[in-house]
């Protein structure tokens, strides 16, 4: 079935029907409204996989792939023209240009998270390259996934676009088709399958991936709009967005009052009890949401019920044996329990498949080390994972975790070694800016990074010495907005960009293109023979180049 869907959107393109102009524009007209016209049919579909609040989808999936679609639909006339670019002296008279043309027949491989956003805005890219697109939806939101399957053949063209629904077989069968490009939104494990699956076509890719996306805060920051943005940034979606704030990296002169003040905004955007929120989402599934309970303090979250009492004394053993573990670990290893990392591959932090997880890179691990220095040990904090400021409540049977700061986390905690991905946010006590960039450094180069800080040394000190996909003065998820501004990753945390112009690039072959009149020859100049007068006139040349 997969291999027929290909064969059929090759057949397609390989007819020129999706290179014309006119084609392009009216299948981007067509991607509008398809989300405008089928707005609560899209609510209700991301309501019913991910418990997602009716604003979120609106404001940050349908309302960005519709106004993405119109960005580029107004822009094609100028970026398929021929670009003119100058020619060597030495070629004259000649001239030469680059003009972009479609890959062919490109595969989008869309994540959960963001459902509809993360599957149709990277199609608007791809149709105004003018290539034929065969979409796979995730199957984590089942129903996101058949509407779209749905709906697809309804406005699109539907012998140049094609959804294919199912899953890891069905991506596996889509992987061994020779695409012209595959353009992957997900977490690093599964990018790498992709990636070597791209490598027996030698077809390009482009991965959309994630890491831990740090936020740096200092005493110079409005510490009240700082609070504020961070909590929307981390808690949009349940946490569950690639680039939201993973962790805060305070100063100690504003850590404490910072985690607090997230505190209050936490209530004043969900009110007192988040769980009855109509703006506060859910978890995916009963997997994440077991992950990300582990990353709480130990005792935060209440066994399942065991089905014997044998078990449950076991289980209540097991849980105090483990607390006191964590605790003599936190005493024990000083200030952070950083020193004991040092020099330890035994730490390395593992790739995790599932959500927008990126593997460690350049030799970095989301356990890297960290001298004991950058990280202060907060004074009555004995769990790794820090005091809980606010939330720490669970609902297993709603897949609920409440929006949850952490204070005084250690860099040895099991939520500082993988992506969160979920509402949990840990803050550190750091000395400083520097100590902060050094922590950073050390580990998998992230797909967002964030500051607030009005100090203008700090800000530079921050764009010069560290690297990320993206990084946001006092804006967390800014970039995320913008058809203007190409969004991707570096390193562990992607490969390649799209948005507006950079994801009509990311679909293009850029071809060049020179001429040069047949009279008169001046190549005659350099055709061999080679003679002396020849040779004295290439000195010449090579002294003018």
């Known amino acids: 079935m997969t291999n027929q869907t290909f064969e059929q959107l090759k057949k397609t393109y390989e007819s020129g029907r999706t290179r014309p102009l006119a084609w392009r524009r009216a299948q981007l007209n067509a991607l509008r409204r398809l989300v405008t016209e089928n707005r609560d049919a899209f609510v209700s579909s991301a309501m019913a996989d991910l418990g997602k609040p009716a604003a979120e989808t609106v404001l940050m999936e349908l309302n960005l792939v519709a106004g993405e679609a119109q960005f580029v639909r107004n822009r094609l006339s100028l970026w398929t023209a021929r670009h003119p670019k100058a020619m060597h002296w030495m070629l004259q008279p000649a001239a030469g240009w680059t003009i972009a043309e479609p890959k062919g027949v490109v595969l989008i491989i869309s994540p959960w998270n963001y459902p509809v956003l993360l599957a149709l805005e990277p199609m608007a890219d791809a149709l105004a390259a003018g290539n034929a697109v065969c979409l796979k939806p995730s199957e984590l939101s089942p129903n996101t996934s058949k509407l779209l399957a749905e709906l697809v053949p309804q406005y699109l063209d539907s ?26 939104t997900g977490g690093g494990h599964v990018g790498k399958i ?15 991936l994630g890491g831990k996306s740090p936020c740096f805060v200092d005493r110079t920051a409005d510490i009240n709009v700082a609070a504020r943005r961070i909590a929307w940034g981390k808690f949009t979606n349940a946490g569950q967005t690639c680039v939201a704030p993973d962790y805060v990296l305070a100063t100690p002169d504003v850590a404490e009052a ?12 969900y009110g007192e009890d988040p769980k009855a929120s109509p703006d506060f989402g859910r978890i995916i599934n009963d997997r994440h949401f077991e992950r990300l309970c582990k990353l709480l303090p130990v005792g935060t979250v209440p066994p399942e019920e065991p ?11 097991g849980a105090a044996m483990d607390m006191v573990g964590r605790r003599f670990n936190a005493v024990t290893t000083g200030r952070g329990g950083a020193g004991e990392m040092a020099g330890s591959a035994n730490n390395a932090a593992k790739p995790t498949a599932g959500s927008n997880m ?22 009555g904090v004995f769990d790794l994972a820090g005091r809980i400021v606010c ?17 005084g986390t250690s860099p040895d905690a099991p939520v500082m070694k993988e992506e969160i ?10 000395e400083d800016a520097e100590s902060a960039i050094r922590f950073i450094n050390k580990r998998s180069r992230p797909l967002a990074a964030y500051v607030f800080s009005r100090d203008h040394e700090v800000r530079l000190t921050f764009e010069r010495q560290t690297s990320s996909g993206a990084l946001g003065y006092s804006l ?16 562990a945390s992607g490969i390649g960009t799209y948005h507006g112009e950079a994801g009509f690039l990311t679909f293009s072959h850029v071809k060049t293109v020179v001429t040069k009149p047949q009279f008169p020859d001046t190549l005659r100049l350099v055709y061999p023979p080679f003679n002396e007068a020849k040779a004295k006139l290439f000195d010449i040349i090579a002294k003018f180049s």
Request: charge should be negative; hydrophobic fraction near 45%; charged fraction near 20%.
């Open 421 to 430: 991905f979920g509402p949990i946010l840990p803050i550190l006590v750091v």
């Open 159 to 184: 012998e140049a676009v094609r959804v294919v629904e199912g899953g890891p077989k069905e991506t596996g069968e889509l992987l061994k088709c020779p695409f012209n490009h595959i353009f992957y």
């Open 476 to 491: 967390p998820l800014g970039h995320l907005l913008s058809s203007r501004l190409p969004f991707g990753g570096v390193g």
């Open 307 to 317: 089905s014997s009492p044998l078990v449950q004394v076991a289980s209540a053993v």
């Open 358 to 379: 990126a593997a460690a890179d350049d030799g970095a691990t989301a356990s890297a080390a960290v001298e004991p220095s950058e990280i202060h040990k907060v004074p």
């Open 391 to 407: 939330g720490g409540k669970v609902d297993r049977a709603a897949r609920y975790i409440a929006p949850t700061v952490l204070y």
């Open 194 to 208: 992709v990636m070597r699956a791209a490598a027996e076509h030698l077809t390009p890719v482009t991965l959309e």
């Open 258 to 269: 910072l985690a607090e003040r997230i505190a209050v905004a936490i209530t004043e955007f």
